[in-house]
């Protein structure tokens, strides 16, 4: 009979440590939902002195280039889709990129 005290506390500590082991570390892995650009600094948007079609038929880095300071995300990639939110943002835009080039640029 005196050995279930002992054993319910054996249990509780148990349960502590493989609760404690499922937390978060706090860090979210880098995915292409995330934004790519500066989302603190949208007014440094070096992009926004061009039209967006102004991107359409530079490579990739030409492009990521000159949205450095912007909002914005890869949404498409040599045809795989990306996924994205639903929220409208005036200030984010998304490119498509096929064979190393910006195709199409949208905002929201």
Not at 60 to 81: F, H, N, P, S, V
Request: glycine letters at 12%; a neutral charge; one cysteine or more.
């Amino acid at each position: 009979m005196h050995k279930l005290p002992a054993l319910s506390s054996g249990l509780t500590l148990a349960t502590v440590l493989f609760t404690a082991g499922c937390a978060t570390s706090g860090t979210v892995p880098a995915s292409p939902t995330t934004p790519q650009g500066d989302v603190t600094a949208p007014n440094t948007c070096a992009a926004n002195q061009h039209p967006d079609d102004a991107l359409v038929g530079k490579t990739e880095a030409e492009a990521t280039a000159l949205l450095q300071g912007c909002i914005w995300r890869l949404g498409e990639k040599d045809g795989q889709q990306f996924p994205g939110t639903m929220d409208y943002r005036q200030e984010r835009r998304t490119i498509g990129v096929k064979e190393g080039k910006v195709t199409w640029v949208r905002r929201g």
